[in-house]
């Protein structure tokens, strides 16, 4: 079995709605597993340069699968290997929520492998 690395990185911009509104980010941050093959998410790095906390929710197929706080002007890592198996087709996306109002910019490196 060849597994394959996937990632969603880059460094996005994002303004705030709230806290309970988590926006996507662009361009889109979105990963699909290959049709013949399974995935599971090993790690996700990310940084926040804004004075307050937000948070990076990743959805599976349109709903929330995991929620990922970064403290103001922050850092996280967290290795994730041989949490859950991610399905043919399934759609993954990224998304951010903030405060109202507050804006900056997101580093994110989420890791993938495909199986």
Same mark, same amino acid.
């Given at each position: @079995?060849?597994?394959?690395?996937?990632?969603?990185?880059?460094?996005?911009?994002?303004?705030?709605?709230?806290?309970? *509104?988590?926006?996507?980010?662009?361009?889109?941050?979105? &990963?699909?597993?290959?049709?013949?093959?399974?995935?599971? %998410? #090993? &790690?996700?790095?990310?940084?926040?340069?804004? *004075?307050? @906390?937000? &948070? #990076?929710?990743?959805?599976?197929? !349109?709903?929330? @699968?995991? &929620?990922?706080?970064?403290? *103001?002007?922050?850092? %996280?890592?967290?290795?994730?290997?041989?949490?859950?198996? %991610?399905?043919?087709?399934?759609?993954?996306?990224?998304?951010?929520?903030?405060?109202? !109002?507050?804006?900056?910019?997101?580093? %994110?490196?989420?890791?993938? @492998?495909?199986?």
């Amino acid at each position: @079995m060849l597994e394959k690395p996937k990632f969603i990185q880059g460094v996005f911009a994002f303004q705030g709605s709230g806290l309970t *509104a988590p926006r996507p980010l662009e361009p889109a941050t979105t &990963y699909r597993v290959s049709q013949d093959k399974r995935a599971q %998410l #090993v &790690y996700f790095r990310a940084g926040n340069s804004a *004075a307050e @906390m937000i &948070y #990076v929710v990743i959805k599976r197929d !349109g709903s929330p @699968m995991r &929620y990922f706080p970064i403290g *103001a002007k922050d850092a %996280l890592h967290i290795q994730l290997a041989v949490v859950e198996d %991610l399905h043919p087709g399934t759609l993954i996306e990224a998304a951010i929520a903030a405060p109202e !109002g507050v804006g900056g910019q997101a580093l %994110l490196d989420i890791g993938f @492998m495909e199986f």
